[in-house]
């Protein structure tokens, strides 16, 4: 996998070129190019960027899917989105979802009082805001407040209780009531490991007998003319689209039935969100099965069926995902600080005028070593490391010969490793596990990438330089945290190879990609190791600009955010060094002044060039 998979993941948003990672978009900068330039600005520690434009790629894509399956299958209702924030409630993440999604009217969700506030204060005027999850008096509340601001807001009961409370709300006040959404529990369950929101045991939604009594409900209390949505939402990362198209019959026949049921206001169905993401390097275990194309014309063909069967007009459509328009737009970029198992590298072979004969051999054996003898060769150069040990044992080689040998040995292995890595046999396997470099990185699995951690999601790995050559070290990734969970570890069914660099020399920068959706707020300060430093990249046409700088926070700040009194930790500091004994006065003053700079720069490390 030499391009490491970028045919699968990347939907075309990178290529390789001379050697280097680049963005596929106007200017093509390289993604190393970006990185050197904020580096530049002593920035060391790890680096989340952002690309508005791959956004609005994703906006454009999911709305010109829809109108075109619309166009095609003659359906008369339109086609609305909102982004639910839950996803990346990020300022600059909102930022670039709104200004890149305002010509479409792109709305937000929300699924709290804190989402919703914000979705008040965020979303253009004109479109849509979609309200989700429980919810007590004071967010219902809320809820009338923004529908009375002049808001298209949508509240969508969870269950009976929250009806009544609107209900209650509603006799209250004389503010403005605003549409309401009913979620359906379906007897279809979604696909995939984040599935659980759908099926009979799901958490939310009502059952049919619920919305009998809630159409009931709405009717006795001359509310029924706001019920304008049915909604349902299967769970997020659907691998499979027979479950959707099982949801799509089930929430579009419940759609019609309260149609006739006389719910003469009721307009849309929200399916929610689950659109999937492609995160895999390896083809064989790529994750989903559907492309956006099928998405779009199942969702709308199916409903204009059972529409068109039950002679009721077009529902129009809202559709809530998150990870499909958010996840390409942010890149995590990690410096490797160490390789751990340095001590084999071929420029430290030091060979002899005259050297042991199984040693010739060795060399002979790692000059000719290719794809057909690989196998062979590499058996023979272990069974001549285990003479050369007994030799070495025995004392008729020395020291410098049996190094020789080893680093040969190892040259080998890892050769016949990468050359036999699309089939490699069980020996092969095993010796791979064995002899995996560990690169360290400069960035923390529990804060930027939570979900491999959580969850076991993998994401798209790649180096930004060297790919005109060929990796051939077998990776495994350690953060630095002081956890034993904080590794990306090397598996033979999903290896991940990289290359040998020398970090005293150069940098070498890995990217983390498709991290845009969930990874951010999920991240967790473990060690307090906070969000990295962000920046907003726009790439135009002949080159690109960095905005929206936002350094990561530093190490007094983090105290702070967690309940310590920041400036009684740096007076204790200070006065603690300023009772010890220094020999000049000078020293005492640069060692405060020091003190006082450590302390307010972030946590990362900053030991790279
Ligand atoms: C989480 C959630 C979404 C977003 O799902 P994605 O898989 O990210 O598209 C949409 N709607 C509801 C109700 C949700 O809870």
Redesign the pocket.
């Known amino acids: 996998m030499k391009n490491f998979g970028l045919d699968i993941w990347s939907n075309n948003n990178f290529i390789i070129e001379d050697g280097q990672l680049k963005l596929n978009y106007k200017s093509m900068p390289s993604l190393l190019q970006i990185i050197e330039e904020i580096r530049s600005n002593d920035s060391k520690g790890p680096i989340l960027l952002r690309f508005p434009h791959l956004i609005k790629k994703q906006i454009q894509t999911l709305y010109s899917h829809f109108d075109k399956a619309m166009e095609e299958n003659n359906y008369n209702g339109t086609f609305n989105a909102v982004f ?1 924030l ?2 990346n409630q990020f300022p600059f993440a909102v930022e670039a979802v709104t200004a890149q999604g305002s010509k479409y009217n792109y709305g937000l ?1 929300a ?1 709290s009082k804190a989402e919703l506030i914000l979705a008040m204060s965020k979303t253009p005027s004109g479109a849509h805001i979609t309200v ?2 429980f919810k007590d008096k004071e967010m219902i509340s809320l809820g009338f407040i923004a529908a009375h601001s002049g808001h298209k807001i949508t509240i969508t009961i969870e269950g009976l209780g929250e009806l009544e409370t609107i209900i209650q709300v509603a006799r209250e006040c004389t503010l403005k009531v605003p549409n309401i959404g009913i ?1 359906v529990r379906l007897h279809s369950a979604g696909s995939g490991i ?1 599935a659980k ?1 759908g099926g009979m045991d799901a958490k ?1 939604g009502l059952t049919s007998t619920e919305i009998i009594e809630a159409v009931k409900l709405l009717n006795e209390e001359n509310l029924l003319q706001h019920l304008s949505m049915v ?1 349902f ?1 299967i ?4 691998s499979d689209i027979a479950p959707l198209k099982r949801a799509l019959r089930e929430a579009g026949n419940i759609y019609a039935e309260l149609k006739k049921m006389g719910a003469t206001s009721l307009s849309s169905i929200n399916i ?5 993401v492609e995160y895999d390097q390896h083809i064989h275990s790529s994750t989903r099965n559907y492309s956006i194309d099928e998405f779009s014309s199942s969702v709308i063909f199916l409903l204009g069926e059972i529409m068109n069967a039950k002679n009721v007009p077009h529902p129009d459509i809202f559709t ?6 958010v996840a390409s737009h942010a890149v995590l970029i990690a410096p490797v600080l160490e390789l751990f198992t340095h001590d084999y590298q071929e420029q430290l072979l030091n060979f002899k005028k005259k050297n042991p004969p199984l040693l010739e051999e060795l060399i002979e054996l790692n000059k000719l070593l290719n794809n057909k003898n690989c196998i062979e060769y590499l058996h023979d150069a272990l069974d001549h490391m285990e003479s050369l040990l007994t030799l070495f044992d025995l004392g008729y080689i020395d020291l410098q010969d049996r190094s020789n040998a080893e680093i040969l040995v190892h040259n080998i292995i890892k050769k016949s490793l990468y050359l036999t890595s699309l089939n490699p046999t069980n020996e092969l396997e095993q010796l791979q596990v064995r002899l995996q470099e560990r690169y360290l990185i400069n960035a923390s699995i529990f804060q930027s990438l939570p979900d491999y951690w959580g969850l076991g999601q993998h994401f798209p790995i790649m180096p930004l330089h060297h790919l005109d050559s060929t990796p051939i070290r077998a990776a495994s990734l350690w953060d630095i945290t002081c956890d034993s969970d904080g590794e990306i570890g090397f598996k033979p069914e999903r290896p991940l190879y990289l290359h040998d660099v020398n970090l005293d020399e150069e940098d070498y920068f890995l990217g983390f990609f498709n991290v845009g ?2 990874q951010e707020t999920l991240g967790m300060s473990h060690n307090l190791f906070t969000h990295p430093s962000e920046y907003t990249v726009h790439i135009n046409d002949v080159n690109y600009e960095i905005k929206n700088e936002n350094q990561s926070k530093n190490i007094l700040d983090i105290l702070e955010s967690i309940g310590y009194n920041k400036d009684e930790i740096l007076n204790k500091l200070k006065l603690d060094l300023s009772n010890s004994q220094f020999i000049t006065e000078k020293e005492k003053n640069d060692t405060l002044s020091n003190l006082e700079m450590l302390v307010k720069q972030d946590g990362y490390l900053r030991t790279t060039l």
């Open positions: 639910p839950k996803v969700e699924g989700n999850g979620r984040w929101s939310f909604h939402h769970g997020s990362q659907m929610g969100g689950g659109l999937a809530e995902s998150g990870r499909f328009i959706a969930y």
